[in-house]
């Protein structure tokens, strides 16, 4: 009987201490899982710089209490000295001139050609009636410097005007009657009288 009574006991005693342990397990696991850390202490403020001009560099302070000295930089060795260059001379011929230059090369610059002559001024070398010299409303040719023809037609003070003359056939009118003018390629004039009257044309 004491046995039985004996073995009741611890099998109540395990059951009692694997629900403690249950128990134990769980409120870690809850607190565990719960739990939030501190905040942390604030760092230190930072520390800006500044830079003063020196004659020989820079001075950096910075507000933390440190500065350092930028130095300027100094020269550093001469190049070797590059090639020598050449010159260059300049003789007249009777053509132009030759430049020759001291590394071998030259070059000949020829005198430039004279430019055409000027044209002739223009102006009046002659006369031609080429109806014949009328009194009233004669129509006159002027004979110019380079040999073309400009021709005046006298109608008046507000018929009056200058025509130069192309190689061709012209009609005109004066006192003495209606005349054919042609004006062949070298300027020449030929004129025939003609019975018919009327205005003159071809300028």
Request: glycine share 12%; charged share 10%.
């Amino acid at each position: 009987m004491n046995k039985v009574v004996n073995e009741t006991v611890k099998y109540f005693l395990a059951i009692v201490v694997l629900l403690t342990v249950l128990v134990l397990v769980t409120g870690c696991a809850k607190a565990n899982y719960d739990y939030k850390p501190a905040d942390g202490k604030d760092g230190k403020d930072g520390s800006s710089c500044s830079a003063q001009q020196l004659t020989n560099g820079a001075l950096i302070t910075c507000t933390d209490g440190t500065s350092a000295i930028a130095f300027n930089g100094v020269d550093g060795t001469n190049g070797s000295n590059g090639t020598n260059g050449s010159s260059c001379s300049v003789t007249p011929t009777m053509t132009g001139a030759v430049v020759s230059c001291t590394n071998g090369s030259s070059a000949i610059i020829l005198n430039g050609v004279d430019g055409a002559p000027a044209p002739t001024a223009f102006g009046i070398a002659g006369y031609i009636f080429p109806c014949g010299d009328q009194a009233n409303n004669d129509e006159i040719f002027f004979r110019m410097t380079d040999n073309s023809i400009v021709a005046l037609y006298d109608g008046g003070a507000t018929l009056d005007r200058l025509v130069r003359l192309a190689p061709g056939n012209y009609v005109t009118t004066d006192s003495a009657g209606t005349c054919n003018i042609s004006v062949d390629s070298s300027f020449n004039v030929v004129t025939s009288p003609q019975a018919a009257t009327g205005l003159a044309t071809g300028y």
